[in-house]
């Protein structure tokens, strides 16, 4: 059986374990022992992450423009056909 490494166990929601652990360093040190290609790999994904969260973080916005959609509902289902006529139309 494989022995885990005490260090490389995630303590997320635990906030008095996380304050014990320097990740930036932590992950620094190993970046280095690292060739460059796995380097590049491991900024791609913390990038990824990075914008994964931005994302998150507009969704959850009350600006957002995903709380628009819905808004126009309608009894038609032609609109996407005569967008012109109900565009033109006067009402």
Do not use: W
């Not at 957002?64 to 012109?84: E, Q």
């Amino acid at each position: 059986m494989r022995k885990e490494n005490p260090k490389s166990k995630h303590c997320l929601g635990r906030t008095n374990a996380l304050q014990s652990f320097n990740y930036p360093k932590m992950t620094a040190d190993t970046m280095e022992m690292l060739p460059f290609e796995k380097q590049a790999e491991v900024y791609d994904f913390v990038t990824f992450l990075k914008t994964k969260s931005r994302i998150k973080a507009a969704r959850n916005k009350k600006t957002s423009l995903l709380n628009i959609i819905g808004l126009g509902r309608s009894n038609k289902s032609d609109i996407s056909v005569n967008h012109d006529k109900y565009l033109y139309e006067q009402a």
